[in-house]
């Protein structure tokens, strides 16, 4: 009987790694005029690039991409290099959108972990604060940051980490 049970579990999701070389998109935030930038991903896969400059305005440059099948997660985890301000947006299946703000720390390589059942404002879709699976897509946005109106946020890794 051990061995029926043991043969009935299923194996665990596996985490998800964001492909950081096809299928990335800009947006300079046109609601807020003003921004220069644009979203670039090197054909090795190894990181997106997003150059920012808000000297003449604007609120932030968004770099997305389009998310199949991702069910059940707990956290974000994401490896970035570069000055600035950034948020990780996430859209989820009812059309509602999470955004969380990450405290950079400093311009060398970080890891920044996101806890997704604390998102800084929630919007749209089911209006419920609650994410509804499968999501959607993924946003990584440079945000403007008075003391460092321009620059280049660079992500090397970007990982969904199931809920267990």
Known sequence: MV?????????????VRVDLANG???????????????VTSAPDGKQVAIAYDFTNGGQYIAASHALENV??????????VGPGHMSVGLKDASGQDFLFH????????????????KPNKAWGGAEDKVMHFPLRSIRILANKKPEIPKGTLVIREILLVRAP
């Open 71 to 80: 069910e059940a997660l707990s956290t974000v985890k994401l490896k970035v």
């Open 102 to 117: 990450v405290g950079m720390t400093a311009s060398d390589e970080q890891t920044y972990t996101l806890n997704l059942a």
């Open 3 to 15: 061995g029926a049970l043991g043969a009935s579990r299923l194996p665990a999701a596996a985490d």
């Open 24 to 38: 990335w998109n800009g947006n300079t935030g046109r609601e807020f005029p003003g921004a220069v930038g644009g």
